[in-house]
Structure formats: structure tokens, C-alpha cells
């Protein structure tokens, strides 16, 4: 594991969780682990089809949206607020093959798979 790169949980600012509910946004479950050369996120997206999945790269940055199939309500301190969408964007390091990405979407987890850009060459022995 590169010791220059760390994932951080940090807590989203409070502005950021009232445009989420604002928005009908819920950020899904994800897990994203290192390979010697790969990463691999996998994310929890249950009531969504595969149809409705996005998955877009913007220089080192993936961004996942699916729609969900019914609204998903949920009622907290005696106000209920209603998602339509998952959304979830990652800051990978800068060596990723974001063109030779794969992925796969089975009961209700997707599973992408991100190849680490090769730094090494090889060299012609005459």
C-alpha cells in the first residue's frame, strides 16, 4: 500500500447533509481496497437496477449515481424525508487506468475494478 496515499472517514459538513436531504440524495455503503495492482470499490446499492447506474471518472475522481426503483422514506426526529437517488464520489490516486476499468452489478452490490497505471518499461536486450 502506497504510504503517501491514507483513506480518511471524515463526517460530511452539516450544509453538505442538508443538500443531500434537499436534493433526495442517500450516499450508499462503499469499501474501497488497495491490490498490488488494482483497486477495488464495491458498493451496497439495494433497490436500484443496473440500467439505472452511472459511473463516471473526472481526472482521479469516480463518481457513482443510480437511481432507485421506489422512493425510500425515512423519518427522523418527527420529520420524514423521502431519497429518489445514491451518489458517491471517491479521490483515487493518480495512477489509475480509469480507461480499463470494469464492472459488475449482482444482487444489489456493484463492484468496480480499477487498474493502477503501469510505471515501469521494458527494455529490448540485443
Given at each position: 500500500?502506497?504510504?503517501?496515499?491514507?483513506?480518511?472517514?471524515?463526517?460530511?459538513?452539516?450544509?453538505?447533509?442538508?443538500?443531500?436531504?434537499?436534493?433526495?440524495?442517500?450516499?450508499?455503503?462503499?469499501?474501497l481496497k488497495e491490490f498490488?495492482?488494482?483497486?477495488?470499490?464495491?458498493?451496497?446499492?439495494?433497490?436500484?437496477?443496473?440500467?439505472?447506474?452511472?459511473?463516471?471518472?473526472?481526472?482521479?475522481?469516480?463518481?457513482?449515481?443510480?437511481?432507485?426503483?421506489?422512493?425510500y422514506s425515512e423519518e427522523?426526529?418527527?420529520?420524514?424525508?423521502?431519497?429518489?437517488?445514491?451518489?458517491?464520489?471517491?479521490?483515487?490516486?493518480?495512477?489509475?487506468?480509469?480507461?480499463?476499468?470494469?464492472?459488475?452489478?449482482?444482487?444489489?452490490?456493484?463492484?468496480?475494478?480499477i487498474p493502477k497505471k503501469?510505471?515501469?518499461?521494458?527494455?529490448?536486450?540485443?
Amino acid at each position: 500500500m502506497r504510504d503517501d496515499f491514507k483513506i480518511r472517514t471524515m463526517f460530511p459538513p452539516i450544509g453538505s447533509l442538508i443538500d443531500d436531504i434537499e436534493h433526495r440524495i442517500l450516499s450508499p455503503l462503499s469499501y474501497l481496497k488497495e491490490f498490488d495492482n488494482h483497486w477495488l470499490l464495491e458498493l451496497d446499492l439495494p433497490m436500484v437496477n443496473k440500467k439505472d447506474i452511472k459511473v463516471t471518472f473526472d481526472g482521479n475522481m469516480i463518481n457513482v449515481e443510480a437511481k432507485l426503483n421506489e422512493k425510500y422514506s425515512e423519518e427522523k426526529l418527527g420529520k420524514i424525508s423521502k431519497f429518489e437517488y445514491f451518489k458517491k464520489s471517491l479521490s483515487l490516486p493518480d495512477m489509475i487506468d480509469a480507461k480499463k476499468t470494469t464492472a459488475k452489478f449482482q444482487k444489489g452490490r456493484l463492484e468496480i475494478k480499477i487498474p493502477k497505471k503501469s510505471t515501469g518499461r521494458s527494455i529490448k536486450i540485443s
